[in-house]
């Protein structure tokens, strides 16, 4: 490489990416129901979503992977809202992987650290973003969780309780997680190589012997899984909205 370029590349300032997911059929809703699109307090809740992040000071462009035939909905969403943070659409794949996968591989050159998220989780706070952030720059790979605080019970047929599984070491998994992208290509690439299905990015980091830091969030951040969780999601962004007010 020529030397100047060399150093030019070199002083390129490093940026943090968002991919949000959003290429999920979300069938838990019912065959009718498009969740991201369902209106709460006030809008989609994707444009809910797409707002936490294109407000995050830490986040530098967003990457949205849509489901093949929605990009002109989610151009004409950016252009409703005025989202103007440095934005692109992509297409998904077949799985959730496949779908971070085409998200990675549309990232500008010059990303050094990735927080992949949930479209239906529309409460991520800046704060617990940022953190996620500088975790995955201090090791790595980061993730949003929460202790789990049921009482947790395993069943072989889900009718009778075989026995109750010790909770002081179980943490409940959210979104951002959060990565060097070095860390989470070569992850994925291990997936791809074992023809592996994994629900979750961290999965894939287990593989390779990644760790990934836990990062307690301090706020609600829940997902949009059923029908029954928009009225407490209702809830929680409207209770924003007017602090956001005050």
Avoid at 37 to 44: D, T
Avoid at 77 to 93: D, E, I, M
Avoid at 130 to 136: C, F, L, M
Avoid at 147 to 155: G, L, M, P, R
Wanted: some cysteine; aromatic content about 4%.
């Amino acid at each position: 490489m020529d030397f100047r370029l060399q150093t030019l590349s070199l002083r390129l300032p490093r940026m943090n990416s968002a991919i949000i997911v959003a290429a999920g059929k979300g069938t838990r809703m019912g065959a009718n129901a498009d969740k991201l699109f369902l209106q709460v307090a006030g809008r989609p809740i994707v444009a809910h979503t797409w707002q936490r992040f294109n407000d995050a000071r830490c986040i530098d462009e967003i990457v949205l992977v849509v489901r093949d035939g929605m990009l002109s909905k989610f151009a004409d969403l950016a252009a409703r809202f005025s989202f103007q943070k440095a934005h692109r659409l992509v297409t998904g794949g077949v799985e959730r992987q496949d779908s971070v996968w085409n998200g990675l591989e549309s990232l500008s050159t010059q990303v050094e650290i990735v927080a992949i998220q949930d479209a239906a989780r529309p409460c991520t706070s800046a704060s617990l973003i940022s953190a996620t952030i500088e975790a995955a720059r201090e090791t790595g790979a980061a993730v949003a969780a929460q202790c789990v605080t049921d009482t947790i019970k395993e069943s072989m047929d889900g009718r009778v309780i075989l026995r109750t599984i010790d909770r002081s070491k179980l943490w409940s998994v959210q979104t951002p997680q959060t990565f060097r992208v070095e860390v989470i290509r070569r992850a994925l690439e291990e997936v791809r190589r074992r023809g592996m299905s994994v629900t979750d990015d961290t999965a894939a980091c287990e593989l390779i012997g990644q760790p990934v830091r836990l990062v307690a969030g301090v706020e609600p951040n829940p997902k949009i899984t059923v029908l029954g969780d928009l009225p407490y999601i209702e809830m929680l962004l409207r209770q924003r909205v007017a602090s956001t007010a005050c």
